[in-house]
């Protein structure tokens, strides 16, 4: 049987790493196998790239940035995250595709469409079966992510990641039945037992692990 995609997206400073690495030991603990990667990065190819994009140094276009995104992803689904599935694990990647829509498209301003085209094509049209929206007020988010300095991406001002939050929003309520939105104020553990409750109770896992898988 095929296994089950899981994202975790959302702004700067939401917990996803500190919670997708806690949903990741609960799910194990509940007895599947878990396959952890992020975007972007997780390939050797996807890793080089993200030193890229990710370097205050490098200045680029937004579609440059765009593309790069896109080929990191396109990556990663063919050499990993595509194979993981077809062998029926659970897969959780940090980032996925919502992440180009809210920075590229709503952030940058780059035509949503060139950004859904490509986001189809990098993915061969895989789409997760959750994604864990982690939402949280970049004036939370963005000063803790920044402590010891920031990455291109994190430098940008106020506005680009109030535009960023607006974008992970309606991506939020364009599509309620893949996407929750989880409150990512309050403490890790309180943070964390609210990802469960959503994953634990969505359709696409809730029955997997009842034992039915
Ligand atoms: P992070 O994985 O450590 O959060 O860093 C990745 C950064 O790249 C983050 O600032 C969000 C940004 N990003 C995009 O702008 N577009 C994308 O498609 C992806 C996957 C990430």
């Known amino acids: 049987m095929r296994g089950v995609f899981i994202t975790i ?3 700067e400073g939401v ?3 500190t919670q997708g690495r806690e949903l990741a030991r609960r799910l194990r603990a509940a007895g599947v196998t878990v396959l952890e990667t992020r975007e972007p990065g997780g390939t050797p190819a996807g890793d080089r790239i993200r030193d890229l994009v990710l370097d205050p140094a490098a200045h680029m276009a937004p579609v440059t940035e765009l593309l790069l995104y896109e080929a990191s992803r396109a990556e990663l689904v063919s050499a990993v995250i595509e194979p993981a599935l077809e062998r029926g694990e659970f897969v959780l990647c940090d ?3 919502d992440s180009s829509t809210a920075y590229q498209s709503y952030g940058r301003g780059l035509d949503p469409d060139l950004v859904g085209t490509l986001n189809m094509n990098a993915t061969g049209g895989l789409r997760p079966d959750l994604t864990v929206y982690l939402a949280l007020d970049p004036d939370h988010g963005v000063p803790r992510a920044t402590t010891g300095g920031a990455d291109r991406i994190e430098a940008e001002p106020d506005d680009f990641h109030r535009r960023v939050l607006a974008g992970f929003e309606a991506i939020a309520a364009a599509e309620p039945d893949r996407v929750v939105r989880v409150d990512a104020s309050g403490d890790v553990a ?15 896992v809730g029955a997997l692990l009842n034992g039915f898988w």
């Open 9 to 11: 997206e959302g702004g």
């Open 15 to 17: 917990g996803k790493s």
């Open 95 to 97: 980032r996925f595709y």
């Open 190 to 204: 309180q943070v964390a037992d609210r990802v469960w409750d959503a994953v634990s109770s969505h359709p696409a």
